[in-house]
């Protein structure tokens, strides 16, 4: 479920509709109210923070996008940078994969890329980063307010 499709449309704010909107909209001959079709915890409760997500990013991005002001360092393998880049640009975040600035708000990385001793080192040419595992970004846009940083901080 957390596919890079759905976790990038809860990145720009968009409506997750279930499919009886179709139907609905189908046998009006028109579009009808989104919001009584929206995808939510009354449609899968067993998911509840995951269908909740797009909700929560909806109305937060009236205000701010999601990763905005994140200046993010993308240490991970290059088969998986292309759509973390995308999502956290979706959200209004900048991404780097050059080390070369010290102004990172974020430091993203997988176990594959990073060695204790790597971490040590990042951790202090960047004091004031945040120096996480990949699932970070994905959490923190499902969970919203109720988010832990800690599970995955590292």
């Known amino acids: 479920m957390r596919t890079e499709k759905f976790l990038s449309a809860c990145a720009v704010g968009a409506w997750i509709l279930h499919p009886d909107y179709f139907s609905a909209c189908q046998s009006q001959n028109a579009f009808v109210d989104e919001e009584k ?7 899968s409760p067993k998911i509840s923070s995951l269908v909740n ?4 990013c909806r109305l937060m991005n009236k205000s701010r996008k999601v990763y905005e002001n994140w200046n993010v360092l993308l240490l991970i393998d290059e088969k998986r940078l292309g759509g973390f880049k995308r ?17 990172f708000t974020h430091v993203i990385t997988d176990t594959n890329s990073a060695s204790a001793l790597r971490i040590d080192a990042f951790k202090s040419r960047y004091p004031n980063a945040v120096i996480a595992k990949t699932d970070y970004i994905s959490e ?3 969970n ?6 800690s599970y995955f901080i590292l």
């Open 37 to 43: 079709y929206e995808w939510s915890a009354i449609w």
């Open 53 to 56: 997500a797009p909700k929560y």
């Open 87 to 103: 999502l956290i640009e979706l959200g209004g975040g900048y991404v780097s994969t050059s080390e070369d600035s010290s102004s």
């Open 140 to 142: 923190f846009l499902i």
């Open 144 to 149: 919203g307010d109720s988010f832990d940083p």
